[in-house]
């Protein structure tokens, strides 16, 4: 069955500092897999969806997520972090025609 | 850019009454979605919906809840006799195509209507 595993519940960096979002998914064939964002009191955005067109997929407000195969992974990462990017991030995969899983989440500060 | 849009963006209800979360979904979408996240945990599937009936339901989606496409821009989700533990956010989404499909169709999601059973 298809599962997520979100290895980190908080992140912590400082602006303009990296950002590394850990995810591993559980899949029988090949995955559909996104990120999605979720900041306070809104809705769930889509950050980057993988397509199998490209391993390195580019999403919005500069982030981007490598899928590997072999090590089961699809981190999200961005080269910079700004104060605005403080939200919660979820993994999330596909389950048949019209579900999808979501990982627990991961919750994403900033610090100046 | 189109958006989904959900009313109420809050509702409070007592236990044991019926209440209908609405959403409006992006107009040319086909497939449309409820999903829940109680406090604290992770958002869980509820139903999806497609070509006026439902085409998938998780165990959580038992006969207390029933969705409906009441006109051509409405989709519904009805809550009969609410439980405190309905306490939730709870999501509606839409999408051009299924999820799973080559064409890797994403959810785009409201805000969400944040429902307290008291």
């Known amino acids: 069955a298809q599962s997520v595993t979100q290895l980190d519940s908080h992140v912590s960096v400082s602006e303009g500092t990296p950002v590394l979002l850990r995810c591993n998914y559980s899949?029988?064939?090949?995955?559909?897999l996104f990120w999605y964002v979720q900041h306070p009191n809104k809705g769930l955005q889509l950050l980057l969806k993988y397509t199998s067109a490209a391993t390195l997929v580019k999403g919005i407000n500069g982030f981007e997520a490598e899928f590997k195969k072999s090590e089961t992974s699809f981190h999200l990462t961005k080269p910079s972090a700004h104060m605005s990017d403080a939200a919660e991030y979820f993994c999330?995969?596909?389950?048949?025609?019209?579900?999808?899983?979501f990982g627990a989440g991961t919750r994403l500060a900033v610090h100046p | 850019e189109p958006e989904v849009t959900q009313t109420p963006s809050h509702q409070v209800t007592q236990m044991g009454q019926e209440v209908i979360l609405r959403c409006v979904p992006i107009s040319n979408h086909l497939y449309f979605y409820w999903y829940r996240q109680i406090l604290g945990q992770k958002v869980e599937f509820l139903v999806s919906f497609y070509n006026n009936e439902i085409s998938e339901k998780s165990e959580i989606f038992d006969d207390q809840f029933s969705v409906e496409r009441p006109d051509g821009s409405n989709f519904t989700l009805k809550i009969r006799s609410t439980k405190l533990e309905d306490s939730a956010m709870y999501f509606c989404?839409?999408?051009?195509?299924?999820?799973?499909?080559?064409?890797?169709?994403?959810?785009?999601f409201g805000n969400g209507t944040r429902l307290t059973v008291t």
């Open positions: 989404a839409s999408s051009e195509a299924g999820t799973g499909s080559s064409y890797n169709s994403p959810l785009h």
């Open positions: 899949s029988s064939y090949s995955p559909s």
């Open positions: 999330v995969v596909t389950r048949g025609y019209n579900k999808l899983i």
